[in-house]
């Protein structure tokens, strides 16, 4: 299945608007996944980009700077997109807290911004679904990941310095992937396994298009 996999996450990447369930998904199959044509994000470039996050390093060991929307609107309006001061979290039993390295932007993520979704993500709204970064606490439950890994997850709320991540939604990083890359996998990656987990038959020597006509 590795041999047509990548080819749908690219496909998966300009269509994919939010992650559906799907009981025979797991996040930690998409390793092998292939970068998608998305908003990446590098935490060290967001000043760049945001005018947010100002200095990275933290002003105390126990605060952070992460994005905000307070009220709805196009997210690139930095009157819409805000940054806030908060203390680091915690993991709790099955989290892990990563320092965000890269943060995937996907479509979900403008759409909740613009308020089109208001009872599923009502304000304030904290952006970014994907990321990619380094562990540095693990819950008391967490036994797959230790300090120091790299890894790229899947949740919601990662557009910041810091982020917690439940344990079932991350995945090691592989080696030869910058941040960035790691960090456009997790939605899309899922999206695609969720449509060939739904398409019986699919051999590993046949080729799976998404596309549309008119």
């Known amino acids: 299945r590795s041999t047509w996999r990548k080819g749908a996450v690219l496909a998966c990447a300009a269509i994919v608007f939010r992650l559906p369930h799907h009981p025979r998904t797991s996040f930690s199959q998409l390793q092998g996944g292939s970068l998608a044509r998305r908003q990446i994000l590098s935490v060290a470039s967001l000043t760049s980009v945001t005018g947010g996050l100002g200095q990275l390093a933290l002003a105390t060991s126990t605060e952070m700077r992460r994005a905000v929307v307070r009220r709805y609107g196009d997210m690139s309006n930095p009157q819409i997109l805000e ?18 390295k890269a943060v995937g932007l ?24 994907d ?29 910041g310095e810091f982020a917690v991540a439940k344990d079932a939604k991350l995945a090691r990083k592989p080696e030869a992937w910058s941040f960035e890359k790691a960090a456009a996998l997790p939605c899309v990656g899922l999206t695609a396994q969720v449509v060939l987990d739904a398409s019986p038959g699919i051999k590993a020597s046949e080729v799976v298009i998404v596309g549309a006509s008119g």
């Open 106 to 129: 996907n479509p979900i993520d403008f759409k909740i911004a613009a308020g089109n979704l208001p009872t599923v993500a009502p304000l304030p709204v904290y952006p970014g679904a």
């Open 131 to 159: 990321c990619s970064g380094i562990v540095e606490a693990v819950g008391a439950n967490v036994s797959r990941f230790q300090v120091g890994d790299k890894v790229m997850a899947s949740g919601y709320g990662f557009l």
């Open 83 to 100: 940054f806030e001061t908060v203390p680091v979290p915690m993991p709790q039993g099955d989290e892990v807290l990563l320092r965000v």
